[in-house]
């Protein structure tokens, strides 16, 4: 009996170290082959940091300095503005998106032509039209800077050109990446390996300089830069297993490293997630009374929502919606929400439906339901009168009894 006690220990030693040797393979690595001087890779919803090197450093961004450039233009100018290109004289070998001096163009376009080519001149005229000069601008860049905590980051120009006291960090690039991409429409921008700039005349058509967006499907932006000082930059984004990652790379050594790097940040990233699915499509998260007809009206989700998660992050589901609802409702009909949170920060929110129809309640129905509802107060109140009415009777009756 002894020996057999014995031998089950070792036995589930033994087990225990075959099933961990699989984990531990299994547990991602540090990304290696990465050659850019700073680098990092963060979890958009809230700013985690998956992987670093060197992420505060200060150091030219060449191009990604028009990330800021588009932050401001969308914070002064509203997208549909039509504006004037403004004079503009570039050196050889810049890029441009080719405006015209006097050219009537849209924010909108601007916009893309800043992020997708990195134009100069889109860069310039976006500076002008905010803030009337490009010198008063980048004093506007530096209060955004300074208003969104970006410490390792100054301005010199919205261009990106190499300038004493133009440079930021690895850091910074991301945080301020993740404030860009959740607008919408930035996003929808960054996302883009084609666009057709329609405020234009004759419109034209211009193609992303950012191969990451063809290295992946699930790739989602953002921007490249490229100057002598700087090296290759190049600031990325992906999104998948749920999660949206924002990945940093400067001073690579080339225009391919550049990419690649940002892969291997973005992938590394990934692996450290796994997909959970906190709310399905139609599951039914609600059941408020109907009030009047009686019953319950289920409010399925709208769509499925797909969170990641890393391992010992906690998953929370949040519920809002009515109590009591009253018809009539229409099938379908929005009538609340359904918020998860991951480590107490959000990650997404599905509208809650109605799943059937529920019709306006009839006079007998709220009749009914009234009287239901007051039961007791009903019988008290009748009980009250009915001894109300049998005293009567009795004086009545006395009172007849004594003139006789």
């Known amino acids: 009996m002894r020996r057999r006690l014995g031998a089950t220990p070792l036995a589930l030693l033994l087990a225990l170290a075959l099933w961990l040797v699989p984990a531990a393979v299994a547990a991602p690595a540090a990304p290696e082959g990465i050659e850019a001087k700073s680098r990092i890779v963060v979890d958009a919803r809230g700013g985690d940091v998956l992987a670093s090197h060197a992420a505060r450093r200060h150091l030219p961004i060449a191009s990604t300095t028009k990330l800021m450039t588009a932050y401001v233009a969308m914070k002064e100018l509203p997208l549909d503005k039509i504006v004037r290109a403004a004079p503009y004289h570039p ?32 860069a310039h005229t976006l500076a002008v039209s905010a803030a009337g000069s490009q010198e008063r601008f980048v004093g506007q860049m530096n209060r955004y800077a300074a208003a969104l905590g970006l410490a390792d980051t100054h301005y010199a120009n919205p261009v990106g050109l190499d300038q004493a006291g133009n440079y930021s960090s690895a850091a910074d690039l991301a945080t301020l ?40 499907p699930w790739a ?29 790379a400067i001073g690579a ?17 990934f692996s450290q997630y796994r997909r959970r699915l906190p709310i399905r499509r139609g599951q039914i ?16 989700a709208e769509r499925s929502l797909q969170v990641g ?11 809002r919606a009515p109590g009591e609802v009253e018809g009539p409702i229409r099938r379908g009909a929005k009538l609340g929400s359904a918020t998860v949170f991951v480590e107490g920060r959000k990650a997404g929110t599905v509208s809650l439906r109605a799943s ?11 009749v009914r339901a009234t009287v239901a ?31 006789s």
Request: glycine share 10%; proline share 4%; charged share 25%.
């Open 253 to 269: 050594p080339t225009d391919e490293t550049r990419f690649t790097d940002n892969l291997t940040l973005l992938e590394y990233g």
């Open 177 to 216: 990446t993740q404030r860009l991409l959740r607008d919408p429409a930035f996003a929808r921008i960054a996302d883009s390996r084609t666009a057709l700039l329609r405020s234009l005349r004759p419109p034209r058509r211009i193609d992303t300089l950012n191969y990451l967006l063809e290295l992946a």
């Open 285 to 300: 998260l609600a059941e408020p009374e109907i009030r009047w007809s009686g019953g319950r009206l289920p409010l399925r």
């Open 309 to 319: 998660v890393r391992r010992g992050e906690q998953v929370d589901l949040r519920v």
């Open 220 to 248: 989602t932006g953002v921007k490249t830069g490229h100057t002598f000082d700087a090296g290759y930059v190049l600031v990325g984004s992906g999104e998948k297993k749920g999660v949206e990652l924002v990945s940093v």
């Open 373 to 403: 509802d007051n039961l007791i107060p009903i019988g008290i109140a009748m009980f009250v009168i009915l001894m109300i009415a049998v005293l009567l009777l009795r004086r009545r009756t006395h009172g007849n009894d004594r003139r």
């Open 356 to 366: 059937r129809a529920i019709p306006e309640a009839s006079f007998f129905d709220r």
């Open 91 to 122: 050196i050889y070998g810049e890029s441009l998106m080719g405006l015209k001096t006097g050219e009537r163009v849209s924010v909108r376009d601007l916009l893309y032509g800043l992020i997708l080519v990195s134009g100069n001149d889109a």
